[in-house]
């Protein structure tokens, strides 16, 4: 019964994100999309922490695609897979994202994800990463969900780690690079649903009365000092302060500067807030809350 309604969901509902700024499409429903895709897929940045290279010929493209819808029409192994491309309120393409591995009896799922080089730097990681999380656990209600990357990817790592995965250990010499061919050994990590919904709890942080005080304290300077010193930059201390006016500020300093956050006001993030502090003014609202 768990099978049958799991492919029912898997087919008809997507992953949602919470403030609406990126939709997921079904592979099927996003041919619109495909000249898009295959621009930034002949970008070789793209597959700096990838076993295979950029895909630079069409037909190659083409051909991926092909084999990609054949494995979704799969379900009669575990390996059946789940694929979206994603879009943003402009309509533009910021990425894909994966379900993979899925196992229906086991109730776990492995994931993947990837973003538009252009894009790069920019909170929609954080937003494809929770958006993912909220549906694997709390949609399909499945258990387990894991990944693996490079052990030098330090941008997914830090990702990972701030939404509560836990390290399960190195592969070594797991990767295989067939453009250089070197071997590159893998960082596993993996997060369980009661982890999860530990960290998202309203429930889950009880500060003492003193850290309470401190936090209603919160002030555009001192958020803004924080910020300056993670980023090794000179900010506007009294001004209300963008991360997508700062190059500095990018998808990987941001988690150093939550982490910052967090340490200074002794505040443990939500996974909603750590995608919402984008800017001084969210961080402000959300310390005095």
């Excluded at 621009?39 to 950029?54: G, Q």
């Amino acid at each position: 019964m768990f099978r049958n309604q799991l492919i029912k969901t898997l087919n008809l509902e997507t992953p949602i994100d919470i403030d609406k700024e990126i939709f997921f499409i079904n592979l099927n429903k996003s041919k619109k999309y495909f000249l898009e895709w295959f621009e930034y897929s002949k970008n070789d940045k793209f597959f700096e922490f990838l076993e295979y290279s950029s895909v630079k010929k069409k037909n190659e493209f083409n051909l991926f695609v092909k084999e990609l819808i054949k494995t979704e029409s799969n379900y009669k192994n575990f390996n059946y897979q789940k694929f979206w491309l994603i879009i943003n309120e402009k309509n533009e393409l910021v990425g894909t994202a994966k379900l993979t591995n899925i196992h229906p009896v086991r109730k776990s799922v492995e994931w993947g994800f990837g973003i538009n080089p252009k894009l790069w730097g920019t909170n929609y990681v954080s937003r494809i990463q929770l958006s993912l999380l909220n549906y694997v656990f709390n949609k399909l209600n499945f258990h387990r969900l894991y990944g693996t990357t490079q052990v030098n990817n330090f941008k997914v790592i830090k990702s990972v780690q701030l939404f509560g995965f836990k390290k399960e250990g190195i592969k070594r010499d797991y990767y295989f690079n067939t453009k250089n061919h070197t071997y590159y050994d893998a960082y596993s990590y993996a997060l369980l649903k009661n982890d999860f919904k530990k960290n998202n709890s309203v429930k889950n942080i009880f500060f003492k009365k003193e850290n309470r005080i401190k936090n209603f304290k919160a002030t555009y300077e001192n958020i803004n000092n924080t910020i300056a010193k993670v980023l090794k930059k000179k900010i506007l201390l009294k001004k209300n302060i963008k991360m997508n006016n700062i190059n500095e500020w990018n998808s990987l300093s941001h988690f150093d500067i939550i982490c910052s956050l967090e340490k200074k006001f002794k505040k443990k993030f939500t996974n909603k807030e750590i995608v919402n502090s984008s800017s001084t003014e969210n961080i402000l609202k959300i310390l005095k809350q």
